[in-house]
């Protein structure tokens, strides 16, 4: 069994959550429903609070919302928050309205969570900004189709028009993201630019119309067809990335060879694009020299960057220089003055590296990846642990092997320690000839 490694977040006390929710929780009990035209007689804030004092009121009302389980007092607290002088651009905090749709949306409440952002865009002047925040959170298309064609124009632009976008393609509706193209013209008065292009792209790529979106790619390069902007590196990194999901070689190369001559800068996706494609290939260490590359250009990596350098090693068994380049993951992390707990590696990078060094019997290595889940909360998958701690006995460490299983009792919660209940069951803690680790 494959246990799901996830790094855990650190909840709130449950009594410190109600003792700031309760004032929240009285204070708007008494306020009345959000009248339409307060936000237009309101007195204005000249400027954004800075302050921690300033923003504490918005923290507490971000612990209401999460502590509180009604989908409506949800909806209360934010829109009556939304109508008060005490809490100055609101409409700025994206993480409130982020929070409070996702939870209204898993609570079987979209219709509140649309209202919501309807009175979000209300309370504010309209913004191409505000209008593609409030789009990138309704919980369907057709919510988002309706506030960007209700609108005013001053909010409508290629920013707002590419998060309508980016809703359908959200919702798979390929169809609609090309006919609101070819239309935003004549039925919104917006040119479609670049950054809707490259939706149209995305979209296109995922639909595995690669051949299609190729040809889009060369009509934007083309300075002739002035409806085409021009390309960026983010238009060519998702037809890249089409390549490498198809394994065309020839138009991967081809590709790569356009963005230079075209004298576009490469980015971390561009490089991502081409360390996994080294990597599925079995050539990883070529991979592992673009992060050098990377590092001259002042071109910073990330999980995704050491995930396919960690799988392509292990792939091909090569389990010292998976380690290796998983360590220089943790160093650069510290470096950059983060938690050594703070580690962006993909739970599954975790799975395949404990898994490769366990059938390589390189049990140090495997221990300390082991402790590692331990710290985050998370329980490795219950065979490689099995093997570890097989592996440990026989090496004669049957008291590590003893500490692995008790940590593993300590983590496995819920149905799946019956599971672990089993594995536990067919193991032996009597140690046999000790043998120097590999």
């Known amino acids: 069994m494959t246990s799901l490694l996830r790094r855990r977040r650190h909840a709130a006390h449950p009594r410190a959550v109600a003792a700031a929710c309760a004032p929240l929780l009285r204070a708007f009990s008494a306020l009345p429903d959000v009248d339409p035209s307060a936000s237009s007689t309101a007195t204005p804030t000249p400027a954004a609070p800075t302050s921690t004092s300033a923003r504490a009121p918005v923290l507490d009302l971000q612990l209401a919302v999460r502590a509180e389980s009604d989908p409506a007092r949800i909806h209360s607290l934010v829109a ?49 900004g505000l209008l593609a925040r409030a789009l990138s959170l309704y919980p369907g298309p057709d919510d988002a189709l309706r506030a960007f064609s209700s609108s005013p124009p001053a909010a409508r632009s290629d920013v707002s028009l590419s998060a309508l976008l980016s809703a359908f393609l959200r919702a798979g509706r390929l169809d609609d993201i090309k006919s609101t193209i070819s239309l935003a013209e004549s039925s919104h008065g917006i040119a479609p630019g ?46 890249l990335a089409g390549y490498s999901v198809q394994d065309d070689e020839e138009g991967f190369e081809k590709l790569l060879k356009e963005i230079s001559l075209n004298n576009l800068e490469p980015n971390v996706v561009t490089y991502n694009c081409r360390i996994q494609w080294f990597s599925k290939k079995g050539e990883t260490v070529k991979g592992e020299e673009l992060l050098d590359v990377m590092e001259s250009k002042g071109v910073a990596p990330n999980y995704l960057t050491y995930n396919a350098l960690v799988q392509g090693y292990c792939k091909e068994g090569n389990v010292g220089a998976a380690m290796r380049v998983f ?37 140090d290595d495997a221990l300390w990846i082991c402790k590692s889940c331990f710290a985050m909360k998370a329980a490795p998958p219950f065979e490689a642990v099995k093997g570890l701690v097989e592996g440990l006995v026989k090496a004669g460490r049957s008291t590590e092997a003893k500490d692995v299983v008790a940590k593993m009792e300590f983590l496995v919660k819920g149905d799946a320690k019956l599971a672990w209940g089993k594995v536990v069951g067919e193991l032996s803690f009597e140690e046999g000839p000790s043998n120097s680790n590999p």
């Open 327 to 363: 360590k220089r993951m943790k160093v650069m992390k510290r470096r950059e003055g983060r938690s050594d707990l703070g580690i962006s590696a993909h739970s599954q990078v975790y799975v395949v590296l404990f898994r490769s060094l366990v059938e390589k019997e390189k049990l």
């Open 194 to 239: 670049r950054a809707s292009h490259n939706v149209l792209l995305h979209a296109m790529v995922k639909n595995s119309e690669l051949a299609a979106a190729r040809k889009l790619l060369d009509e934007m390069t083309n300075k002739k067809l002035k409806h085409r902007p021009a390309p960026d590196i983010i238009s060519y990194n998702t037809v």
């Open 80 to 128: 009556s928050a939304l109508s008060s002088d005490d809490f100055p651009r609101l409409h700025t905090s994206r993480q409130l309205f982020s929070l409070a749709t996702s939870r209204l949306t898993r609570l079987r409440r979209p219709d509140l969570a649309a209202s919501l952002l309807d009175l979000l865009l209300a309370s504010a002047p309209p913004s191409p």
